[in-house]
């Protein structure tokens, strides 16, 4: 028998064992991370609790001069948020389909539509007629908006990373763990922006 063909034959099954393993370890760090995910929602769904509760329970609930929230802008803005989360997708289409410059064209776009988003937040927040201490009011709108925003900026410095390390020849061959886990970070932002979105500027 030819020395070739056992060799081939012995080798098969060592590296179906291999990728089955990098299969799993990659497996168990996105079920990890699903976790994680799920304890940073427990936190906002607590903010979440305590802003309708304090909302029904509080007599003059606006700042005084205040008689609501200027909308137009923030819509602008959860439209590019919310849109953000299809290119990223797209991003991950093609990274699948082994199309890195298409990869980082869409990543590149998240990137900026994400800063998009987190510069017009700072200059609503530079408009506002109350701040930080005016009243329960005050002190929600600005907790709330301000811990999305800073998880919006860790999905930025996310994508930062991930797109860096696209430069790395060969750097998603053996699984695209980085790019999956950051693009299900983004996706939880921006569901969890379009809930906010609804409470402060909606229900108001």
């Known amino acids: 028998m030819d ?3 056992v060799s081939d ?3 098969q099954p060592l590296h179906h064992a291999g990728g089955e393993h990098s299969h799993d370890e990659e497996g168990n760090k996105m079920f990890g991370f699903i976790v ?3 304890s940073e929602s427990v936190i906002f769904l607590s903010f979440f609790a305590g802003y309708i509760v304090y909302k029904l329970s509080t007599p003059n609930w606006l700042p005084p001069g205040i008689s609501g929230l200027e909308v ?3 819509t602008i803005n959860t439209v590019v948020l919310v849109a953000s989360s299809f290119v990223i997708y797209l991003a ?3 990274l699948k389909r082994h199309d890195l410059r298409l990869f980082r064209i869409f990543l590149s776009t998240t990137i900026v539509m ?3 988003f987190l510069v017009g937040q700072a200059i609503e927040w530079s408009n506002l007629e109350f701040g930080f201490t005016s009243g329960t009011f005050g002190g929600m709108f600005y907790l709330l908006t301000g ?3 800073l998880h919006v900026f860790t999905g930025i410095l996310l994508q930062l990373m991930v797109l860096v390390r696209s430069f790395i020849p060969g750097n998603y061959d053996t699984g695209h763990f980085g790019v999956n886990a950051t693009s299900l970070f983004w996706h939880f932002v921006d569901i969890i922006w379009i809930v906010l979105f609804l409470m402060l ?3 108001q």
Do not use: R
């Open 3 to 5: 020395s070739s063909i």
């Open 9 to 11: 034959e012995l080798q």
């Open 36 to 38: 994680f995910l799920l």
């Open 72 to 74: 137009k802008e923030p």
């Open 92 to 94: 991950e289409v093609a």
């Open 114 to 116: 994400g800063g998009y």
């Open 147 to 149: 811990f999305h925003g």
């Open 201 to 203: 500027y909606v229900w």
